[in-house]
């Protein structure tokens, strides 16, 4: 499994609650990815890091902020939780460059109510 | 973002060959086409990757036209476990993904 992993794999809040999903890694790898996926749509990037308090946007980034402040974390933040982020989390991670693939996690399903 | 293209569905016979298309007319020289896929609700598995010359590893081959414009994943004996959501993308660092052509196996 490429020793990543996420957690929680299950959650449950209410609309306007924080909410903090993390991504944890043993591999040491520069890049790391977060995702969501909703039926119709395949997986859509949120934000990646490039290393250590390096990160940037992706294609739906409103609403999600992101940290990494060790190499083996990425946590994910809902600041305010709304209905529209139900949706399945999924993170990845690989190494630098062009030649190498990705790893994913096994996914989060978040739901909010 | 996505730089490819898929048709978003196909249907296979199993046991039969499944050849995946994917156009991807604005890659650039160094750029390599990743191949994954999807089972179900589980995190994507990396297949098979390639710059310029085909490829087989032992899940599958990719075979990649001699402008680099397109490629086919080829599943040379598709079996039941092979249903699922296969994904072609081009690498940038943004490692972004598209829609995927969902791929039903039928016996």
């Known amino acids: 499994d490429a020793g990543i992993t996420q957690s929680p794999r299950h959650k449950v809040t209410e609309t306007g609650t924080p909410v903090t999903l993390r991504c944890h890694q043993t591999?040491?790898?520069?890049?790391m990815y977060w995702y969501r996926q909703d039926p119709g749509h395949g997986l859509r990037l949120i934000h990646y890091?490039?290393?250590?308090?390096?990160?940037d946007k992706g294609e739906v980034s409103d609403g999600y902020s992101v940290s990494r402040s060790k190499t083996e974390d990425f946590l994910l933040t809902l600041e305010s939780a709304t209905s529209s982020q139900t949706s399945v989390y999924f993170c990845?991670?690989?190494?630098?460059?062009?030649?190498?693939?990705?790893?994913f996690g096994q996914g989060t399903r978040l739901t909010v109510v | 973002d996505a730089k490819t293209t898929q048709p978003p569905s196909m249907d296979c016979a199993e046991g039969r060959a499944a050849n995946l298309p994917c156009n991807h007319s604005?890659?650039?020289?160094?750029?390599?086409v990743y191949w994954y896929r999807q089972i179900h609700s589980q995190g994507p598995q990396y297949i098979i990757h390639?710059?310029?010359n085909n490829e087989t590893n032992e899940m599958a081959s990719l075979i990649i036209t001699e402008d680099r414009k397109s490629s086919t994943l080829i599943l040379p004996h598709a079996t039941l476990r092979d249903t699922a959501v296969y994904y072609c993308?081009?690498?940038?660092?943004?490692?972004?993904f598209g829609a995927g052509t969902t791929v039903t196996v039928r016996a």
């Open positions: 990845a991670i690989r190494v630098e460059g062009l030649n190498t693939e990705a790893f």
């Open positions: 591999e040491n790898h520069r890049y």
């Open positions: 890091s490039y290393g250590v308090k390096d990160t």
């Open positions: 604005t890659i650039s020289g160094n750029e390599y």
């Open positions: 390639g710059l310029k």
């Open positions: 993308i081009v690498y940038d660092y943004k490692l972004s």
